[in-house]
């Protein structure tokens, strides 16, 4: 750390040893042009004529000197090493800045002294030292003024290129300012992320709820998060479910042996509550509205546990064992229930649009009034269950088991139900316009005959009615 103090100290003093050099080389450049120019107060002093020689004798041309053309150099060199420095050395930030200012400020020395110079008196039409012929022509009052004035115009020329790289440089520095303002940002977000997540691991609840929060906010804060934290709360889920023995416990919770369904219905401790809540309002959908990044509680088990009004939409809960639970009026919207035991579960006005119910078992599930439209459940077990007044519109439920399921009122129109058995199932007051009936069996079957049914709904020659063979 003391390092840098004495660094930033050697490179100013080095920019200012150097713009000094600089400016000494302009200086004296500039007294060499001056001195070598005939000057405007003496006039050059008519030749004297010899008696012996009728021509007029004239001065010889200045002789040429080689090294004159080597003024550039000083400037040249540390441009170039300062440049080479602000490109390859990457750190720290302020001191590629120095070296950049300072390889620009040398540059532009060298520029006005080439314009100001040799361009000048080019633009002016010395294109090369004047012979004697021409010097006794024009004075030196000329010649200053021929110079002058095309110094003049370059240097208006060289002002709007100044102009222009200070606004070039005044972008370049906004640019770095944003970036160092972001880089900052992430730091800070970073040191958030690592304190919520250490309050995850703390032994106090509230503690880890307040981390749990704290994560939701941050992923508010920062999208390129949400999917890290939506995996990290999900597997906080997965390892503290209603059935992990947790610090401090010998035996797992009532409910949590071999049958699920024995033990009182209990509430889900705050923190895991909250994160499952948390967890499944990050998910992730794609422009048609499909689900991309889920919640991950695959597997997870809360048998007899009370979820009411939970929000859950979206969520990945295949294999998760709920059964006995309570999920009335829970939102599991395109949720993914695949192999989910939801044996004896209460899901009054649960929403279960567009879900995956793939192979779930809803034995004795009561589904009064549940949204299952659209839902995806071919081979689910609804045998027993409760689906009075259930909405399965444009469901499909193929090979679907609804043996002795009430299904008094229930909108079924347009859903496949091919190859499912509804042997002995209620069907009162149920819409069956449009349902795939093909191959079904619906032997038993009360509240509609067999000519209400094909009236209504599409059946083939392996769909089966008639009395029950059991």
């Given at each position: 750390?003391?390092?840098?103090?004495?660094?930033?100290?050697?490179?100013?003093?080095?920019?200012?040893?150097?713009?000094?050099?600089?400016?000494?080389?302009?200086?004296?450049?500039?007294?060499?042009?001056?001195?070598?120019?005939?000057?405007?107060?003496?006039?050059?002093?008519?030749?004297?004529?010899?008696?012996?020689?009728?021509?007029?004798?004239?001065?010889?041309?200045?002789?040429?000197?080689?090294?004159r053309?080597?003024?550039?150099?000083?400037?040249?060199?540390?441009?170039?090493?300062?440049?080479?420095?602000?490109?390859?050395?990457?750190?720290?930030?302020?001191?590629?800045?120095?070296?950049?200012?300072v390889?620009?400020?040398?540059?532009?020395?060298?520029?006005?002294?080439?314009?100001?110079?040799?361009?000048?008196?080019?633009?002016?039409?010395?294109?090369?030292?004047?012979?004697?012929?021409?010097?006794?022509?024009?004075?030196?009052?000329?010649?200053?003024?021929?110079?002058?004035?095309a110094?003049?115009?370059?240097?208006?020329?060289?002002?709007?290129?100044?102009?222009?790289?200070?606004?070039?440089?005044?972008?370049?520095?906004?640019?770095?300012?944003?970036?160092?303002?972001?880089?900052?940002?992430?730091?800070?977000?970073?040191d958030?992320?690592?304190?919520?997540?250490?309050?995850?691991?703390?032994?106090?609840?509230?503690?880890?709820?307040?981390?749990i929060?704290?994560?939701?906010?941050?992923?508010?804060?920062?999208?390129?998060?949400?999917?890290?934290?939506?995996?990290?709360?999900?597997?906080?889920?997965?390892?503290?479910?209603?059935?992990?023995?947790?610090?401090?416990?010998?035996?797992?919770?009532?409910?949590?042996?071999?049958?699920?369904?024995?033990?009182?219905?209990?509430?889900?401790?705050?923190?895991?509550?909250?994160a499952?809540?948390?967890?499944?309002?990050?998910?992730?959908?794609d422009?048609?509205?499909?689900?991309?990044?889920?919640?991950?509680?695959?597997?997870?088990?809360?048998?007899?546990?009370?979820?009411?009004?939970?929000?859950?939409?979206?969520?990945?809960?295949?294999?998760?064992?709920?059964?006995g639970?309570?999920?009335?009026?829970?939102?599991?919207?395109?949720?993914?229930?695949?192999?989910?035991?939801?044996?004896?579960?209460?899901?009054?006005?649960?929403?279960?649009?567009?879900?995956?119910?793939?192979?779930?078992?809803?034995?004795?599930?009561?589904l009064?009034?549940?949204?299952?439209?659209?839902?995806?459940?071919?081979?689910?077990?609804?045998?027993?269950?409760?689906?009075?007044?259930?909405?399965?519109?444009?469901?499909?439920?193929?090979?679907?088991?609804?043996?002795?399921?009430?299904?008094?009122?229930?909108?079924?129109?347009?859903?496949?139900?091919?190859?499912?058995?509804?042997?002995?199932?209620?069907?009162?007051?149920?819409?069956?316009?449009?349902?795939?009936?093909?191959?079904?069996?619906?032997?038993g079957?009360?509240?509609?005959?067999?000519r209400?049914?094909?009236?209504?709904?599409?059946?083939?020659?392996?769909?089966?009615?008639?009395?029950?063979?059991?």
């Amino acid at each position: 750390m003391a390092a840098k103090p004495l660094l930033r100290a050697a490179l100013t003093v080095a920019a200012i040893v150097t713009s000094a050099a600089a400016g000494a080389a302009l200086a004296s450049s500039a007294k060499e042009r001056a001195s070598s120019a005939p000057s405007s107060a003496e006039p050059e002093p008519p030749a004297k004529e010899s008696p012996e020689d009728p021509s007029p004798r004239t001065p010889p041309p200045p002789p040429r000197r080689w090294w004159r053309a080597l003024w550039p150099i000083p400037l040249l060199v540390p441009a170039a090493v300062c440049a080479w420095g602000a490109i390859v050395w990457a750190d720290p930030g302020w001191a590629r800045w120095v070296l950049a200012g300072v390889a620009l400020a040398l540059v532009a020395c060298l520029v006005l002294a080439v314009l100001i110079g040799p361009a000048a008196r080019y633009l002016a039409g010395e294109r090369a030292p004047l012979p004697a012929v021409d010097r006794t022509q024009m004075t030196a009052a000329e010649r200053v003024e021929a110079v002058n004035s095309a110094r003049h115009t370059l240097v208006q020329a060289a002002t709007g290129l100044v102009v222009i790289g200070g606004v070039v440089f005044t972008a370049q520095g906004l640019w770095y300012t944003a970036e160092t303002l972001n880089t900052t940002q992430q730091g800070q977000i970073t040191d958030r992320y690592t304190r919520a997540v250490e309050q995850l691991g703390s032994g106090k609840s509230d503690v880890r709820l307040g981390g749990i929060y704290a994560l939701q906010r941050l992923a508010n804060d920062s999208p390129r998060d949400r999917d890290t934290i939506r995996n990290v709360l999900s597997a906080f889920v997965r390892n503290h479910d209603g059935c992990t023995v947790q610090p401090g416990e010998k035996t797992p919770p009532r409910g949590c042996g071999e049958d699920p369904l024995v033990g009182v219905l209990r509430r889900p401790p705050a923190d895991v509550f909250a994160a499952m809540t948390v967890a499944s309002g990050l998910a992730a959908y794609d422009d048609g509205g499909r689900v991309i990044g889920r919640a991950d509680f695959t597997d997870s088990r809360f048998p007899r546990t009370l979820f009411y009004r939970a929000v859950l939409a979206g969520a990945d809960l295949s294999g998760a064992i709920l059964a006995g639970g309570d999920l009335t009026e829970a939102n599991l919207t395109d949720a993914n229930l695949t192999r989910v035991t939801l044996t004896d579960a209460e899901l009054t006005d649960a929403r279960l649009t567009g879900a995956n119910l793939t192979n779930a078992h809803l034995v004795t599930a009561r589904l009064f009034r549940a949204d299952l439209t659209r839902a995806t459940a071919p081979g689910v077990d609804l045998s027993d269950a409760s689906l009075s007044d259930a909405d399965l519109t444009g469901a499909n439920l193929a090979g679907a088991g609804f043996r002795d399921a009430d299904l008094t009122r229930a909108s079924l129109a347009g859903a496949n139900l091919a190859g499912a058995e509804l042997g002995g199932a209620d069907l009162t007051g149920a819409d069956l316009a449009g349902a795939n009936l093909s191959g079904a069996d619906l032997r038993g079957i009360r509240g509609m005959t067999e000519r209400q049914v094909r009236a209504v709904a599409v059946v083939d020659s392996g769909t089966r009615f008639g009395p029950r063979p059991w």
